[in-house]
């Protein structure tokens, strides 16, 4: 793998992700989707790393970022939203690329509703963070960052 795609990573934000600081706040938070990327974009230049950032509603359109990042990146960053708990189509599209995938979400999905505790594709990810609101993306970059020291 190249140097450049070594400090690449993509980030893919799922269904109703571009509705963060309105949509719940008390769940979800009060920052801006422009404001988590923002921040993202911040800590992953502290990192060395270069970030792709999209959000999608479209279960068909995460299916094929997914896919377009394989080769392109050292690791993905996914918050599939709702999609985490259904969504065998993406686990299936997780499962045939190389690059590893980090599972996000900003709540504590297993102190939620019951249909929320079961993730259909953590079993084909790397990890999983949750509950640590935009934390859970900056700590899977230090997770990513770590991953590739230990290498």
Do not use: K
Not at 20 to 31: D, F, K, Q, S
Not at 109 to 138: H, K, L, N, Q
């Amino acid at each position: 793998m190249n140097e450049q795609i070594q400090r690449h990573l993509a980030i893919i934000h799922g269904p109703n992700l571009h509705l963060l600081g309105t949509r719940e706040p008390g769940v979800y938070g009060a920052m801006t989707l422009a404001e988590v990327n923002a921040l993202l974009h911040e800590r992953a230049a502290v990192l060395g790393f270069t970030l792709s950032i999209e959000q999608h509603n479209d279960e068909g359109a995460i299916i094929d970022a997914l896919t377009r990042a394989n080769g392109t990146v050292a690791a993905i960053i996914l918050n599939a939203g709702a999609y985490t708990h259904y969504s065998y189509a993406i686990r299936d599209a997780i499962a045939a690329i190389a690059p590893p995938t980090i599972e996000v979400h900003l709540s504590n999905t297993a102190a939620r509703e019951a249909f929320r505790a079961t993730s259909v594709i953590a079993p084909v990810c790397r990890g999983s963070i949750a509950g640590f609101g935009v934390w859970s993306y900056v700590l899977a970059l230090e997770a990513v960052q770590l991953l590739g020291s230990s290498s």
